[in-house]
C-alpha cells in the first residue's frame, strides 16, 4: 500500500506561482508512475502532469510551458512548479500513483493505483 498526502495549495493572482508537493509513503519502491490530476466542481478530473519512472514529463497542452512536473525519488517526493498561473487553473490538485506506466494513456484514471486527498489551488483575476 502507498499513502500520497499532498501540499502547497493556496490562493493566488492570476500570473502569481505556486508549488504543489506530494509525499508518498509506505511502499513507495513500488511506484512507476506519479501524476497530478485536478478537478472543479461539476467535471471529471483531468490530467495535468504526469513523470514515469526514467523522469520524463508529460503535460497536457493547457499547461506546457507553465507548470512543471518533477520527481525526488529519495525523498519519495513529487512535486508541480506552477507559473503563470491563470483563473481556469483553479482546482482541487489530487497526486496520483501508479504501479504501472503508459506515456500514452498518462492522463487516464484508471492506471492510478493511489490518490491523495487533494490540494485547493485558486487563482484570483
Request: proline fraction near 4%; glycine fraction near 12%; aromatic fraction near 10%.
Amino acid at each position: 500500500q502507498v499513502q500520497l498526502v499532498e501540499s502547497g495549495g493556496g490562493s493566488v493572482q492570476a500570473g502569481g506561482s505556486l508549488k504543489l508537493s506530494c509525499a508518498a509513503s509506505g511502499d513507495p519502491g513500488s511506484i512507476r508512475c506519479m501524476a497530478w490530476f485536478r478537478q472543479t466542481p461539476g467535471t471529471g478530473p483531468e490530467g495535468v502532469a504526469a513523470i514515469n519512472s526514467l523522469g520524463t514529463p508529460m503535460y497536457a497542452n493547457s499547461v506546457k510551458g507553465r507548470f512543471t512536473i518533477s520527481r525526488e525519488n529519495a525523498k519519495n517526493t513529487l512535486n508541480l512548479q506552477m507559473n503563470s498561473l491563470k483563473p481556469e487553473d483553479t482546482a482541487m490538485y489530487y497526486c496520483a500513483a501508479s504501479t504501472y506506466c503508459s506515456d500514452t494513456y498518462w492522463d487516464r484514471l484508471g492506471w492510478y493505483n493511489y490518490w491523495g486527498q487533494g490540494t485547493q489551488v485558486t487563482v484570483s483575476s
